[in-house]
Protein backbone atom coordinates (compact mmCIF):
# COMPACT_ATOMS: atom_id res chain seq x y z
CA UNK A 1 0.00 0.00 0.00
CA UNK A 2 1.19 3.43 -0.65
CA UNK A 3 1.20 6.36 1.57
CA UNK A 4 -2.01 8.36 -0.31
CA UNK A 5 -3.84 5.48 0.07
CA UNK A 6 -3.43 5.07 3.66
CA UNK A 7 -4.39 8.68 4.67
CA UNK A 8 -7.62 8.59 2.52
CA UNK A 9 -8.52 5.56 4.70
CA UNK A 10 -7.89 7.23 7.44
CA UNK A 11 -9.65 10.16 6.40
CA UNK A 12 -12.79 8.48 5.69
CA UNK A 13 -12.74 7.00 9.20
CA UNK A 14 -12.55 10.12 10.32
CA UNK A 15 -15.49 11.11 8.33
CA UNK A 16 -17.29 8.26 9.38
CA UNK A 17 -17.09 9.17 13.10
CA UNK A 18 -17.67 12.76 12.71
CA UNK A 19 -20.57 11.96 10.82
CA UNK A 20 -23.94 13.05 13.07
CA UNK A 21 -26.99 11.00 13.38
CA UNK A 22 -30.53 12.02 13.18
CA UNK A 23 -32.00 12.00 16.84
CA UNK A 24 -35.15 10.42 17.06
CA UNK A 25 -37.80 13.39 17.16
CA UNK A 26 -36.16 14.23 13.93
CA UNK A 27 -36.63 11.14 12.29
CA UNK A 28 -40.61 11.31 13.51
CA UNK A 29 -40.83 14.61 11.88
CA UNK A 30 -39.57 13.37 8.51
CA UNK A 31 -41.23 10.19 8.89
CA UNK A 32 -44.36 11.98 9.08
CA UNK A 33 -43.76 14.20 6.56
CA UNK A 34 -42.74 11.29 4.01
CA UNK A 35 -45.85 9.39 4.95
CA UNK A 36 -47.56 12.60 3.83
CA UNK A 37 -46.20 13.31 0.41
CA UNK A 38 -42.81 11.15 -0.57
CA UNK A 39 -41.86 13.74 -2.85
CA UNK A 40 -39.78 16.62 -1.33
CA UNK A 41 -40.44 20.41 -3.34
CA UNK A 42 -37.74 23.18 -2.58
CA UNK A 43 -39.67 25.33 -0.45
CA UNK A 44 -40.71 21.99 1.76
CA UNK A 45 -37.46 20.97 2.23
CA UNK A 46 -36.58 24.41 3.36
CA UNK A 47 -39.11 24.55 5.91
CA UNK A 48 -38.17 21.06 7.09
CA UNK A 49 -34.19 22.12 7.37
CA UNK A 50 -35.07 24.98 9.16
CA UNK A 51 -37.17 22.88 11.64
CA UNK A 52 -34.96 20.36 12.15
CA UNK A 53 -32.01 22.23 12.35
CA UNK A 54 -30.21 20.65 9.20
CA UNK A 55 -28.45 21.54 5.99
CA UNK A 56 -31.26 21.40 3.35
CA UNK A 57 -29.58 18.49 1.67
CA UNK A 58 -29.19 16.41 4.23
CA UNK A 59 -33.35 16.27 4.42
CA UNK A 60 -33.32 15.79 0.60
CA UNK A 61 -30.50 12.96 0.80
CA UNK A 62 -32.71 11.32 3.93
CA UNK A 63 -35.80 11.72 1.24
CA UNK A 64 -33.88 10.25 -1.37
CA UNK A 65 -32.91 7.45 0.73
CA UNK A 66 -36.08 6.68 2.17
CA UNK A 67 -38.29 7.14 -0.75
CA UNK A 68 -35.17 3.91 -2.30
CA UNK A 69 -35.81 1.96 1.01
CA UNK A 70 -40.04 2.32 0.34
CA UNK A 71 -39.49 1.76 -3.14
CA UNK A 72 -37.54 -1.96 -2.06
CA UNK A 73 -40.30 -2.58 0.53
CA UNK A 74 -43.17 -2.60 -1.76
CA UNK A 75 -41.38 -4.61 -4.27
CA UNK A 76 -40.94 -7.45 -2.02
CA UNK A 77 -44.67 -7.01 -1.01
CA UNK A 78 -45.82 -7.34 -4.63
CA UNK A 79 -43.14 -10.12 -5.23
CA UNK A 80 -44.12 -12.03 -2.40
CA UNK A 81 -48.06 -11.36 -3.55
CA UNK A 82 -47.55 -12.48 -7.02
CA UNK A 83 -44.86 -15.57 -5.57
CA UNK A 84 -48.20 -16.24 -3.90
CA UNK A 85 -50.43 -16.35 -6.73
CA UNK A 86 -48.27 -17.91 -8.85
CA UNK A 87 -48.24 -20.77 -6.68
CA UNK A 88 -52.01 -20.83 -6.09
CA UNK A 89 -52.31 -20.66 -9.85
CA UNK A 90 -49.65 -23.86 -10.09
CA UNK A 91 -52.02 -25.87 -7.71
CA UNK A 92 -55.11 -25.14 -9.84
CA UNK A 93 -53.26 -25.44 -13.04
CA UNK A 94 -51.86 -29.25 -11.58
CA UNK A 95 -55.82 -30.05 -10.49
CA UNK A 96 -56.68 -28.67 -13.82
CA UNK A 97 -54.32 -31.46 -15.62
CA UNK A 98 -55.43 -34.59 -12.95
CA UNK A 99 -59.14 -33.26 -13.56
CA UNK A 100 -58.58 -33.18 -17.56
CA UNK A 101 -56.70 -36.76 -17.27
CA UNK A 102 -59.65 -37.93 -15.06
CA UNK A 103 -62.05 -36.96 -17.63
CA UNK A 104 -60.23 -38.10 -20.52
CA UNK A 105 -60.20 -41.73 -19.23
CA UNK A 106 -63.93 -41.61 -18.32
CA UNK A 107 -64.29 -40.49 -22.06
CA UNK A 108 -62.64 -43.24 -23.22
CA UNK A 109 -64.71 -45.75 -21.12
CA UNK A 110 -68.04 -44.08 -21.89
CA UNK A 111 -67.27 -44.36 -25.90
CA UNK A 112 -65.58 -48.36 -25.40
CA UNK A 113 -69.29 -48.94 -23.82
CA UNK A 114 -70.86 -47.04 -26.57
CA UNK A 115 -68.95 -49.21 -29.23
CA UNK A 116 -69.94 -52.25 -26.59
CA UNK A 117 -73.89 -51.02 -26.79
CA UNK A 118 -73.87 -50.82 -30.58
CA UNK A 119 -72.41 -54.23 -30.64
CA UNK A 120 -74.43 -55.85 -28.68
CA UNK A 121 -78.56 -56.22 -28.43
CA UNK A 122 -80.86 -54.82 -25.89
CA UNK A 123 -81.09 -57.95 -23.41
CA UNK A 124 -77.45 -58.73 -22.75
CA UNK A 125 -76.20 -55.02 -21.88
CA UNK A 126 -78.80 -54.91 -18.80
CA UNK A 127 -75.82 -56.09 -16.71
CA UNK A 128 -72.93 -54.31 -18.10
CA UNK A 129 -74.67 -51.21 -16.93
CA UNK A 130 -76.42 -52.00 -13.60
CA UNK A 131 -72.77 -53.20 -13.05
CA UNK A 132 -71.07 -49.47 -13.92
CA UNK A 133 -73.71 -47.89 -12.53
CA UNK A 134 -73.63 -48.88 -9.05
CA UNK A 135 -74.73 -45.15 -7.47
CA UNK A 136 -77.86 -45.77 -9.97
CA UNK A 137 -79.37 -49.00 -8.72
CA UNK A 138 -81.13 -50.88 -11.39
CA UNK A 139 -81.27 -50.29 -14.71
CA UNK A 140 -84.91 -49.45 -16.62
CA UNK A 141 -84.04 -52.19 -19.28
CA UNK A 142 -87.54 -53.68 -18.49
CA UNK A 143 -89.12 -50.91 -19.95
CA UNK A 144 -87.95 -52.15 -23.21
CA UNK A 145 -87.77 -49.07 -24.71
CA UNK A 146 -84.34 -47.50 -26.34
CA UNK A 147 -85.51 -43.88 -24.71
CA UNK A 148 -85.11 -45.46 -21.12
CA UNK A 149 -81.98 -46.89 -22.23
CA UNK A 150 -80.38 -43.97 -23.43
CA UNK A 151 -81.31 -41.82 -20.38
CA UNK A 152 -79.51 -44.40 -17.87
CA UNK A 153 -76.71 -45.07 -19.92
CA UNK A 154 -75.84 -41.58 -20.33
CA UNK A 155 -76.43 -41.09 -16.26
CA UNK A 156 -74.17 -43.94 -15.74
CA UNK A 157 -71.67 -41.93 -18.18
CA UNK A 158 -71.76 -38.87 -16.18
CA UNK A 159 -72.41 -40.14 -12.82
CA UNK A 160 -75.71 -39.28 -12.37
CA UNK A 161 -78.97 -40.54 -11.11
CA UNK A 162 -80.78 -41.25 -14.53
CA UNK A 163 -84.58 -42.03 -13.71
CA UNK A 164 -83.66 -42.47 -10.17
CA UNK A 165 -83.80 -38.71 -9.02
CA UNK A 166 -81.76 -36.53 -10.95
CA UNK A 167 -84.37 -34.42 -12.41
CA UNK A 168 -81.93 -32.14 -14.58
CA UNK A 169 -80.56 -35.43 -16.39
CA UNK A 170 -84.27 -36.53 -16.89
CA UNK A 171 -84.62 -32.63 -18.20
CA UNK A 172 -81.41 -33.14 -20.48
CA UNK A 173 -83.00 -35.82 -22.40
CA UNK A 174 -86.65 -34.64 -22.52
CA UNK A 175 -84.82 -31.59 -24.27
CA UNK A 176 -82.19 -33.56 -26.04
CA UNK A 177 -85.00 -35.97 -27.48
CA UNK A 178 -88.04 -33.75 -28.28
Not at 20 to 47: C, M
Not at 104 to 129: C, D, F, G, R, W
Request: glycine share 4%; charged share 30%; proline share 2%.
Amino acid sequence: MDYHHIQSSVRKNELKFHKKRLTQDQVSLLEKSFNFNNKLDPDRRSQLAHELGLPPRKVAIWYQNKRARWKNENLEVDHKALQLRLENLLADNERLQSEVERLKQELHKAQEMLLSVNNTPYSSLSSQISSSCDEAGSSSLVHGSRNHLDKDFFACLIGGEGQFGNTNDQEFFRSSIS
